[in-house]
């Protein structure tokens, strides 16, 4: 069965191509469509936008599909990769977030940016630190061979500490005690990317099995619904850069410098939780998914509140946006390690 899905075909061997074109094609669509592009970004329900939510609902809910509801009960069983995945995101990584943006923005481009600007950099930066990946872990955790019901309740518990956490950390970190980060923003966040899809997956697998059986519905319904995933993740990469076209052309040192910190950040954190999950020795099913929930960020989320915060042409708001444009590369290059790596 694994040496079937490393044999997906063509399109997902050269999925970082698939990206690279996305993402530049992205990024031209903004430029040349300049003011155009404005009614499709302006399409918002608290801050979340409307066809990019679209999109992440597609993408996740064929992961959805998989989850066996069943067996969810029994992870209690096998707590360790919950701890794991809980002391990464939450006692960790938003602390090592701050820290790589504080050394960076305010110490080595000091000579680049102002003080000011380097304020804002070092909150997008915090935004996205401590915001761990909520929805897109699904397509990473299926690459990578990862269990999709612990990935689930990793998931799901990260989802119940952010509505809780999330504000608190981000005040903290930006030493601000009067930070307003919109509850709005953040449940929608939460109801759009998680809930939505992980109901719709639910009441789809119930009704699919009852009328033709669990074995059709492995064999025939799943299958047609595993190109989705990804053409959904690659129309979200050039819909996300073609908002940000002008801003990244127009900036493309800066965009530059902002993406070092990010991706030091990424391979950093991973390499904590891969290498402690498998010092806690870990099943390779659960690690993979500790590990790269961990790594990647709710840039969902940090987008949004980002440009609640700061406006949609702040430098805190690109900070989120460029995290986007590292993020799913090195996602990518770290599904290929942990598939190398395989125990």
């Not at 003011?35 to 064929?62: G, K, R, T």
Request: with cysteine; net charge positive.
């Amino acid at each position: 069965m694994n040496k079937q899905k490393k044999q997906i075909g063509f399109f997902e061997k050269y999925l970082t191509i698939w990206v690279a074109l996305c993402i530049a094609g992205g990024i031209a669509i903004g430029h040349f469509a300049g003011d155009n592009i404005n009614f499709l970004s302006q399409l918002e329900i608290y801050n979340v936008n409307i066809p990019v939510a679209i999109l992440i609902w597609l993408m996740i809910y064929p992961m959805m599909l998989q989850i066996d509801f069943s067996s969810i009960k029994n992870v209690g069983k096998r707590p360790k990769g919950l701890i794991l995945t809980l002391v990464i995101n939450w006692l960790i990584k938003p602390f090592t977030m701050a820290f790589f943006a504080w050394l960076f923005f305010t110490k080595l481009y000091a000579a680049f940016i102002s003080p000011e600007q380097a304020g804002e950099y070092i909150a997008g930066a915090i935004l996205l630190g401590a915001a761990p990946c909520t929805a897109i872990v699904f397509v990473w955790s299926y690459l990578t061979d990862g269990d999709p019901n612990y990935t689930l309740v990793q998931v799901s518990v990260n989802d119940l500490i952010i509505l809780v956490a999330f504000i608190p950390i981000v005040g903290l970190l930006l030493g601000i005690t009067n930070v307003e980060i919109p509850y709005d923003t953040l449940v929608a966040s939460v109801l759009i990317f998680v809930v939505v899809p992980l109901v719709a997956g639910y009441i789809t697998t119930k009704i699919v099995i009852r009328k033709k059986g669990v074995t059709w519905f492995k064999n025939v319904f799943l299958p047609k619904f595993k190109p989705v995933s990804i053409f959904a993740l690659l129309i979200t990469l050039v819909l996300l850069f073609a908002f940000q076209g002008n801003n990244i052309i127009e900036n493309p040192f800066v965009i530059l410098l902002i993406a070092l910190p990010l991706v030091i950040q990424t391979y950093f954190i991973f390499f904590i939780a891969w290498f402690g999950g498998r010092w806690m020795k870990l099943p390779h099913a659960i690690c993979s998914p500790a590990a790269m929930i961990g790594a990647s960020n709710f840039f969902e989320l940090a987008v949004a509140v980002a440009i609640a915060l700061f406006g949609l042409q702040s430098p805190a708001a690109l900070v989120t946006v460029v995290g986007v444009l590292v993020e799913v590369p090195v996602m990518l290059s770290l599904v290929a390690l942990v598939n190398k790596w395989k125990y």
